[in-house]
């Protein structure tokens, strides 16, 4: 089973600077990364596939990058809204499918 | 508007069965493979179950294996999943998740999550 280490747990930014989240696989995932942002009380939201992939309807401050076993999510310019809990997840060579354990994102 | 809306969470004993429903709206239900991932109080993501688009292939995480049966009725637009032998550790928000064409494993659209409390 690959296992997703997200760093770090908790990251705190002022709105309008940029964010780093970083996501490491223990095995090769190739480009098969997604990353996630969850609301409290709410779904999950498909942010990035294929690694670098914006999802449908997510703003172009989103981006991901990496491939292999290191992989980063960048949001340019914090906007308000973007204050979540974000998850990395492979789909590589799955089942099984595994999720890193978040890296929440506060207001600073 | 595309849509999976869930039913059937509650509370449940040990021991105990429960079916959690999703059904879907908006797209076409046949195309897409589809999943059931889990959220226990204040913690993460665990993915639970997938399943292909026919139903002919299911395949199941270690910790549901032989409890936890996926299946979908592509005649009702909608997706099962069968709980049994309940465990307290089982209590949790479940989803019901419909993966992107092409990347199967990639979440693209989510229910709204349903509680299901194990709880003697």
């Known amino acids: 089973e690959v296992l997703m280490a997200q760093s770090p747990a908790t990251l705190s930014v002022s709105p309008g600077e940029r964010a780093t989240l970083s996501c490491r696989a223990s095995q090769s995932v190739g480009s098969n990364l997604a990353w996630y942002q969850q609301k409290p009380g709410q779904a999950p939201r498909l942010l990035i596939y294929?690694?670098?992939t914006r999802a449908s309807g997510i703003p172009v401050r989103f981006s991901g990058s990496g491939s292999g076993t290191e992989f980063t999510l960048t949001i340019s310019s914090l906007q308000s809204e973007d204050f979540a809990v974000y998850y990395c997840q492979h789909y590589n060579n799955w089942p099984p499918i595994t999720f890193g354990q978040g890296t929440r994102l506060d207001i600073k | 508007q595309v849509q999976l809306v869930q039913s059937g969470g509650g509370v449940v004993q040990p021991g105990r069965s429960l079916r959690l429903s999703c059904e879907a709206s908006g797209f076409s239900f046949i195309s897409y493979v589809l999943h059931w991932v889990r959220q226990a109080p204040g913690k993460g993501l665990e993915w639970l179950a997938v399943?292909?688009?026919?139903?002919?292939?299911?395949y199941y995480a270690d910790s549901v294996k032989g409890r936890f049966a996926i299946s979908r009725d592509n005649s009702k637009d909608t997706l099962y999943l069968e709980m049994n032998t309940l465990r307290p550790e089982d209590t949790a928000v479940y989803y019901c998740?419909?993966?992107?064409?092409?990347?199967?494993?990639?979440?693209?659209?989510w229910g709204q999550g349903t509680m299901v409390t194990v709880f003697s």
């Open positions: 294929g690694a670098s």
């Open positions: 399943i292909s688009f026919d139903g002919g292939k299911k």
């Open positions: 998740a419909r993966a992107v064409v092409g990347a199967d494993g990639a979440l693209d659209v």
